[in-house]
């Protein structure tokens, strides 16, 4: 059954613009074909097309479901963006694949991209989140300043992941399960010392990610990936 995203089902029994040309022109369904839609917020909805006149699709409700939690504790994971937009797509899509909550960029001291639209991430992240059959759709937040993204407040476990030299545990070791979790991940050029030092007054844990050299991206999704494992219900 085809998944379409609807975060105003509630309120509008109509896909939006976007899906519903996809809904229509692409895939050619017709009135009366049921569709699967979800609002990003925890629910499905087993619906069926009711009208549809040009670029508009209208649909009424079968069924609402609630879709259980797939893991447990809120996973976010803020990393600086790498210059290759392609790279920072490829991260969103598979992070939201796996599962999280929540995605902050970070613009830090050596930082390759400083500005970053986050218009094709969230169209990205949305078609990750209906392939994966997932009704829950990560935040995505805008690029935010590290000194600025310190100064916010969090619940649960924090944590930087760092290639300065120190005393580190694994991430695997550090997540606590149930616990909500926010992982920092940093640019090719590493947080400089003074960003690992506020982090660590600011009550983050220094971690590792293992023993191999990793990129930006793929370092990401490590933690992405570590965090959600460990949290599965």
């Known amino acids: 059954m085809h998944v379409f995203y609807t975060p105003d089902i509630q309120n509008s029994l109509e896909l939006p613009a976007e899906e519903a040309g996809h809904c229509m022109r692409v895939l050619r369904l017709n009135i009366g074909d049921e569709i699967l839609l979800t609002d990003g917020k925890g629910y499905f909805y ?20 609630f879709q259980e939690p797939l893991w447990k504790g809120h996973i976010h994971l803020a990393m600086a963006p790498t210059k290759m937009m392609d790279r920072i797509e490829w991260f969103a899509e598979k992070a939201t694949e796996i599962g999280l909550d929540e995605i902050t960029f970070l613009n830090c001291r050596y930082s390759e991209r400083k500005v970053i639209k986050t218009e094709r991430i969230e169209k990205i992240v949305v078609s990750a989140v209906k392939q994966s ?12 300043d590290f000194d600025k993204f310190m100064k916010m407040e969090f619940s649960g476990d924090k944590f930087i992941a760092h290639c300065n030299e120190g005393e580190k545990i694994l991430l ?6 149930g616990h909500d979790s926010l992982v920092l991940i940093g640019p090719e050029g590493d947080f400089s010392n003074e960003e690992v030092e506020m982090a660590i007054q600011k009550g983050f844990k220094p ?27």
């Open 207 to 233: 971690v590792s990610l293992g023993k191999s050299r990793l990129r930006t991206e793929t370092a990401a999704l490590v933690a992405v990936h570590t965090m959600n494992l460990l949290n599965a219900e």
């Open 46 to 65: 087993k619906a069926a097309i009711s009208a549809a006149n040009g670029k508009r699709c209208q649909v009424r409700i079968i069924e609402k479901i």
């Open 133 to 144: 059959l997932k009704a829950r759709k990560p935040v995505i937040n805008e690029m935010t």
């Open 172 to 177: 695997k070791d550090a997540i606590v399960p």
